[in-house]
């Protein structure tokens, strides 16, 4: 029997969170939880679930994460460290958000892994992520300030950044030297090989995007390609193939778009395995209807 370790990053909706975790609820399957250090009251087991998990579930340390900043890395670093530890012989570890659902059973998504062993489900994407900046720059210039300023377009963390980011353009500063950077969304579904891969590349990975600018969507579309695991990409790098990681995110209506209830169809006619984002305050019945679906499947 093959075994999933899914690695979830959740700072709000609990109950949302506890939704994503019934669902995944099996015994092939393991849930890696990660809360925001910065919540004050952090999800307990027994709120998640108080009839109990047939999957291990397990609390990691928790991370300050900070839009855009390099928190970011470390909080999915150490989701994978904490899985492997634990010496189970997983087959896949796959990256959720608390607020991501599922569109497939645990069958279908086990049956799907099956008869794609060996392949890595990364997403890549240059033109969905630029938003008019050079993805480049993101890691090619040191961005001291980002933690701090976060999605802040004002204030005098974002003061700091931008004078450092114009000096530096001044006196051409470039980390990078002669790597090449790629670019896509976070969410990964990955081998434990390339699992093990990436952990032994950390000091790599801190020296090329510690400082960095929404690095998460980078380090491991650079670190896969320039790697032999590139050969195992279940995707070409075609531009913005969300068969790459198979989540369907619609970054056209929203940032991303919010699924509702009308979109229900769509979804679960879809061959991808996972969706986001969903928002119970915004629809809650989509949630539900999905949850019911799956269930009763």
């Not at 970011?72 to 189970?88: G, R």
């Not at 900046?133 to 040191?142: G, N, P, Q």
């Not at 019945?285 to 019911?292: A, L, R």
Request: proline share 2%; charged share 25%; aromatic share 16%.
């Amino acid at each position: 029997m093959n075994r999933h370790a899914y690695l979830i990053m959740a700072h709000n909706n609990f109950e949302q969170l506890a939704m994503l975790c019934r669902l995944l609820d099996d015994e092939r399957n393991d849930l890696y939880i990660m809360i925001d250090s910065k919540v004050p009251e952090p999800p307990t087991l027994n709120s998640l679930s108080d009839k109990g998990f047939t999957s291990g579930v397990y609390f990691t340390d928790r991370v300050d994460v900070r839009w855009g900043g390099y928190s970011q890395i470390k909080a999915e670093l150490t989701l994978l460290e904490t899985a492997l530890k634990n010496n189970v012989d997983y087959e896949y570890f796959h990256l959720l958000s608390g607020v991501d659902l599922p569109l497939k059973t645990n069958d279908q998504i086990c049956n799907f892994f099956d008869q794609n062993k060996g392949k890595e489900f990364l997403h890549f994407c240059e033109s969905e992520f630029s938003k008019g900046k050079s993805v480049t720059e993101r890691a090619s210039l040191y961005h001291f300030f980002q933690e701090g300023a976060g999605r802040s377009k004002s204030g005098f963390w974002y003061f700091l950044e931008k004078l450092s980011l114009k000096f530096q353009r001044i006196i051409g500063i470039n980390r990078l030297k002669d790597t090449s950077v790629y670019c896509g969304a976070n969410w990964f579904s990955i081998t434990s090989e390339f699992a093990k891969y990436i952990l032994s590349n950390r000091d790599w990975i801190y020296k090329t995007f510690s400082n960095g600018f929404c690095v998460d969507e980078l380090f491991l579309q650079t670190l896969i390609m320039n790697s032999p695991f590139r050969e195992n990409l279940y995707r070409s790098i075609e531009d913005n193939d969300c068969h790459g990681n198979m989540r369907y995110i619609d970054w056209k209506r929203g940032n991303p778009y919010n699924w509702r209830l009308e979109d229900f169809d769509e979804l679960i006619e879809s061959d991808y395995l996972f969706a986001r984002k969903f928002d119970i305050s915004t629809d809650k019945e989509i949630c539900e209807k999905i949850s019911d679906y799956l269930i009763l499947k």
